[in-house]
């Protein structure tokens, strides 16, 4: 990446965020996360309370009041700054972004076609529709479509990869982003976008966290705390009424005080968790970005943390796309050398990588160049998604190279006969995972190149991790059912779906989803665009079209197909951490049971003496370490919010055990050691 990383605690995020702490003291604000304004309403009636205590007509000392009050607003304080911290660094990624933004000069063609005249307009003045010219040198001004011509384009500002790509027109590789230079040769480009719905503008708005909306686990999680919290304020408040009952009818002790009744509140309510809900998801975003993926909205990162079933395209995802000649398997009468040159000669216009590698083929394996194969007045017809052949017409002589069955319709449309044991060696093929060409000449069928293409490296592994997450995964493929068959066994996927059609993903993805599971997948075309539209979890490439883009609900600036796997951990690291902290802020309240409880009460019930298992100080120092202990907790706890738990690919069950091992039993052992210490602190210094 070009943009500058940012470390955790950067200076230039604290200071910001510091001061966004302070604002964030609004009651609007703080009405976002209930369980933090009712922190902030005890703040308030406790400062109250302290200013009453001035002249030393208050419940409790003035310091004891005072004392409480601060770390009161220390907590809310620290709250405030997890979630401006986890927005900075959101607003770091935009403002990074924006610096991309730069004033250009457009060519404004009148007519849209190379060659004729433009006129000189800003960028901004550009509406959706208006051909454009850039040249080499140029940085094309606006989003757009490639209508003409073929470039070659530095998009590092925006992927902050250093290798140039091909943008041409037609195909899935015609979409241009405003900001970006062409380096050679010239685009015709149509704007697709108006001023203010560029692509960058897009990213910009995306990564501003501040902006985000809670998705629905978070949604449920603030319900659960909300109730938690209603019944700790239901629980604190009856306590007043009963400590004054039983200090009258014994006639002894003390009652306890609104002071260390909103300590004993806010102590018990899961503060811990409600002052970093906010900033989970906000990092969330945050890490996206940082592995290069643009995510729309907090739901889109969190709904890939539940995704179920991962749909991947075979080409670039599982394999890695490039298929080579490996071999030639001639016709019965057919010598393997004559085979070769037949399929060097019907593959001397295919520009494809598969074409050149028979090229490369036949020359390795039987030292035939190109002069050996040039035939005078020789016609070479290109390969096209129509026809599916490639070949060369000498006279009436015709070479053919495609797929098997598009040779055999070819073959015995002409009158020509399809030897069976041809079709034996394109099964056999097949079965092995790769793909068959058959080549004709002069209506002979020669024989069968074989084309493996790779299956990538460890993926196989990574397939099984997402196995034991309970993730399904299923292959997509344009090849043929024993094609997909086979490679869809040697890379570990679950599922296959072969001879795919825009319409047949769609129903797929309809079907899981009619199952309640959530679908994940990529794609760059516009034949994509309706499955990615339909898809939970939809991730475009950034090289794709544009209808692309518009239909999924992440952009992949890499343009990197198996990023879909990085993007589904990083949803699943998401819902890890705020489930280990959601776990631990739960499990450390009963310590704080042990330490605030019975020195809250003790004056009203001395038996309560016997709880004191941690033997504090005070009661006064008990309560003030236990507040201090559920500020200070806040602050530890924000590198691991906005860094995120260590992604592990277990399984729900298992990740339970380990939450409740890790941070069930690390929340209730922490306080005590916690309490404890900060309990002799207090001591030492005569502040118990």
Request: charged residues 20%.
């Amino acid at each position: 990446m070009s943009r500058n990383k940012l470390t955790l605690f950067d200076s230039k995020l604290v200071g910001p965020a510091l001061l966004e702490a302070f604002r964030k003291l609004h009651p609007r604000v703080q009405l976002r996360s209930p369980v933090m304004f009712v922190v902030y309403v005890g703040s308030i009636i406790t400062t109250l309370l302290a200013i009453q205590a001035v002249d030393g007509k208050g419940e409790a000392s003035f310091g004891f009041i005072l004392a409480t009050a601060v770390w009161l607003w220390f907590t809310v304080l620290f709250a405030n700054f997890a979630e401006a911290l986890a927005e900075g660094r959101s607003k770091a990624q935009a403002e990074s972004l924006r610096a991309l933004k730069q004033t250009v000069i457009a060519k404004k063609l009148s007519t849209p076609q190379y060659g004729t005249t433009w006129l000189p307009v800003p960028a901004t003045d550009l509406r959706k529709g208006m051909t454009v010219l850039v040249e080499a040198g140029d940085v094309i001004p606006a989003d757009g479509e490639v209508i003409s011509g073929m470039a070659s384009v530095d998009e590092s500002a925006i992927t902050g990869e250093s290798a140039p790509v091909i943008r041409e027109s037609g195909g899935d590789f015609s979409a241009v982003t405003g900001g970006t230079r062409v380096l050679s040769d010239w685009l015709v480009v149509r704007v697709t976008v108006n001023p203010g719905e560029a692509f960058i503008d897009r990213m910009i708005s995306m990564v501003e966290g501040a902006k985000r909306q809670k998705t629905p686990n978070e949604i449920a999680l603030t319900i659960l705390l909300v109730a938690l919290t209603i019944i700790f304020l239901v629980v604190t408040v009856t306590l007043l009424p009963f400590s004054l009952f039983s200090v009258a009818a014994a006639g002894a002790g003390a009652p306890v005080t609104m002071t260390v009744l909103i300590a004993l509140l806010v102590c018990l309510i899961p503060t811990t968790i409600g002052g970093l809900l906010s900033a989970i998801g906000v990092a969330g975003m945050s890490r996206m970005m940082q592995a290069n993926v643009i995510a729309t909205s907090g739901r889109a990162v969190e709904a890939a943390g539940d995704v179920d079933v991962l749909l991947l395209d075979k080409t670039g995802t599982i394999t890695h796309g490039n298929r080579q000649a490996a071999s030639f398997l001639p016709a019965p009468g057919v010598s393997e050398e004559q085979l070769a040159r037949s399929a060097k000669l019907a593959s001397m216009a295919d520009e494809t990588p598969e074409g050149r590698s028979i090229v490369v083929l036949a020359r390795q394996r039987f030292n035939i160049h190109e002069a050996d194969t040039a035939v005078e007045g020789a016609t070479f017809v290109e390969f096209s998604a129509q026809t599916r052949m490639s070949g060369a017409d000498i006279g009436e002589r015709e070479v053919r190279k495609g797929a098997a069955d598009t040779v055999k319709r070819y073959v015995e449309t002409l009158g020509g006969s399809y030897p069976a044991e041809v079709a034996r060696s394109v099964d056999a093929v097949a079965r092995r995972g790769a793909t068959p060409l058959v080549v004709v000449d002069n209506m002979r069928v020669m024989g069968v190149v074989e084309l493996k293409d790779v299956v990538k490296a460890g993926i196989k592994e990574r397939f099984a991790e997402l196995r034991r997450m309970g993730i399904r995964t299923v292959m997509i493929t344009g090849d043929n059912k024993l094609t997909a068959a086979a490679i869809a066994a040697e890379a570990g996927v679950d599922d296959f779906l072969a001879e795919a059609t825009p319409e047949d993903k769609l129903k797929l993805i309809r079907s899981y989803q009619a199952e309640g599971r959530l679908v994940a997948m990529t794609g760059d075309g516009t034949n994509d665009a309706p499955a990615l539209a339909q898809a939970d979890v939809a991730v475009a490439m950034n090289s794709g079209t544009q209808a692309a883009k518009e239909a999924g609900n992440m952009v992949d600036l890499d343009s990197n197909p198996t990023k879909l796997l990085e993007i589904v951990e990083i949803g699943k690291q998401m819902l890890m951490t705020r489930g280990s902290l959601t776990t631990f802020s739960i499990a450390n309240d009963v310590a704080k049971y042990f330490a605030i409880i019975p020195a809250a009460f003790v004056g009203t019930y001395p038996q309560l003496k016997a709880l004191d298992v941690m033997q504090l100080t005070s009661a006064n120092s008990a309560i003030m370490s236990a507040v201090i202990f559920n500020a200070l907790i806040i602050v530890a706890l924000i590198p691991l919010a906005l860094k995120g738990v260590k992604y592990r690919a277990i399984g729900a069950s298992l990740l339970l055990r380990r939450n409740l091992l890790v941070y069930g039993l690390g929340g209730i052992v922490l306080p005590f050691i916690g309490i404890k210490l900060i309990d002799m602190v207090l001591a030492a210094l005569n502040l118990a």
